[in-house]
């Protein structure tokens, strides 16, 4: 069953100029290296800084997105916000820009009750014209969306999916097997050590943040499993573990985005700079990380 949303979503990096505007030329490049590996682009998710990038440049970064995609690529594109009626026209001028989905995370500043989370859901759906997807990202919330609020929601016409990053092995299981057959709503697992796993158990699709850096390894486990071949798609996922490991370990969700950047800049592909309040890692770190990943890339032809 082919369902509206599926596949591996890449969650991209917002590559930015030294003042601070989004690179154009960097995010063409980007869009282009994820559609020669059949994977489709995640803007201003949490790996993309949303939460720090302004509407003007937000704006720009959608746009330069559509404009730039793919013949086939689906545009997901985040929501991170506390002003829910800026979140419904932010969403909307994302739609009208030409973005084919809007994935919004719960508003972080308050802890909210599960009615309160269906409440604030349910007011994005009906006034967003355009599909929106629900994002749990326990992490950067401090919230986890109960499942029966997720199942309730689910049933609303104008949302159609769940892409969800808490590290809980049996809420990912749970979520698998309870959407697993419903055409009109889609899970994906954004832990992005569990991407082989949940693709083996059935989830319509990923989300990992190390396909910014390695897209060739994600299309190919993306490959594998449409065709079952599951000890291949396993062995994708210990190349991109490697990987992972070298920008996330020992460091901030912040910290590791700007490691990230760091191996993306040494391919050519993005500038190094950070939207405050995060930072660039130190010379002494970025020196670090690129002699990692080159000795890697070496050892495991990962590239």
Partial sequence: MQKRFSGVVVPVITPLNKDFTVDITAVGLILNQLAQNNIDPLVLGTTGESSSINEQESLRFVQAAVTVKGTHQTIYAGLVGNQ????????????????DVVVATLPAYYILTPEQMEAFYIQLADHIKGPV????????????????VVERLSKHPNIWGLKDSERDIERMTTCIETYRDREDFSYFCGWGAQSANSLQLGADGIVPSTGNIVPSLYGK???EALLGNWDAVQHYQELTDIVAILYQQDRTLGQSLAALKVMMHGEK?????????????????????????DYYKKRTAII
């Fill in 221 to 223: 486990m993306k490959q």
């Fill in 133 to 148: 997807m629900l994002y749990n990202i326990k992490a950067t919330t401090q919230m986890s969306i109960p499942l029966a």
């Fill in 269 to 293: 592909t993005c500038n190094t700079t950070m939207m405050p309040p995060l930072t660039e890692l130190s010379a002494r770190e970025t020196e670090l990380i690129i002699a990692k990943f």
């Fill in 84 to 99: 829910v009626s800026d979140l419904i026209k932010r969403g909307n001028q994302y739609i009208d820009l030409g973005a």
